[in-house]
């Protein structure tokens, strides 16, 4: 917390005092409410005004336990992503797609900082020996950070927010994301048990939707999560939330998703979730798919429906299970894939579902069931398999 050239406009006797007041209040260690934030104004033996200390006492308050410029950013509902790519270079998204914010920085060094006390709230470091982080603020927002010079130019900052209750299947209905005609389809998918996964690009709102689809399980039935950075919050009354954590400084410590996993399905899990499908966890979730489990789910990264069983077989093959066999836990384990994007005005929608198939060869394919199409979901030629999974039902 050195350096830097302080705050733009405090008007509180420049860079030099604030800098002097930041040093002093992170080696005391101390919470720094407004009024250790004046005492230390005052400790530095300068004559200030009240309303200087009250001014330069604001701007160092937001940036020490606040998130400074951002924080009008963060407070208004409709942002769900802030992104800093420099000090000048503010982006949000709105749910229209991403647009410049009238925000910035003083400088580059105001970003670093931020970008570290964040991270400092979340019990994780970052610094030059390790530039990077990932990781989930006390409220639930997740937090990305890389540093220069790995970061070309500028700490590079990216917050995504984190509702405190998820999306009924309602609102999602309301918000356009699940068609007038899918809930149904979606609740019978969940009765039936099917294992699926929601797959989709970055931001389209994975995690969102499974949550809602978690909130459809039975009351009786016991959900446990495994998840890299705990995101999801099903609204559910038997939830058991797993989260990984990486290794301390000592290199001890570590727990991976794969662990979690192991560890949930002796749990007695009702319905095991992997919130984000990623490595090599994937083996153990097909596994888990293929002894009993099923009624499983998780979110995982992919361009289109289609693309699902390469991804998964490219997760699978790196922690060493063989292609063939990967297929086959794929085709006996999981049954469909709802993939979600975001159309050209940004919104989340449910672009199709699909349903998997084995080919002659033994490779596993999907094939599309449904798809949004001018009004609601248009059956594909894969509905009948799909219908008959879900019980017949609508
Ligand atoms: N249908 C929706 N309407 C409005 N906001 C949404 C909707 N779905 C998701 N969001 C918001 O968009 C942001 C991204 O959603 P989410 O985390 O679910 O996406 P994701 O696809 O899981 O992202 P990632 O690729 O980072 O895992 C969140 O802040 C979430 O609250
Ligand atoms: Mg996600």
Redesign the pocket.
Known sequence: MTGGAGFGGAGAGGAGLLDAVRQRLAASGAEPTPARVAAALRAQGRLLGDAEVLGAAEELRCELIGTGPLEPLLADPAV??VLVSAPDRVWV?R?AGLERAPVSFPDAAAVRRLAQRLAAVAGRRLDDARPWVDARLPDGTRMHAVLPPVAVGSTCLSL????PRA?TLEE?TT???VPPDGAPILRALIDARVSYLVS??????????L?SLLGLVGERERIVLAEDSA?LRPDHPHVVRLEARPANQEGAGLVTLRDLVRQALRMRPDRLVVG?VRGPEAVDLLAALNTGHEGGSG?V?ANTAADVPARLEALGTAAGLDRAALHSQLGAGLSVVVH?ARDRDGR?RIAEVHVLERDRDGLVRTVPALRWGASGFARERGWERLRSLIGGGS
Do not use: I, P, Q, Y
């Open positions: 769900t992503d998204d749910g995504r927010v984190v509702r999306f999602l918000a356009g994301t989709g690009g970055t931001g389209t709102g994975k995690t969102t939707l949550a995101e984000e979110t990264h979600l989340r």
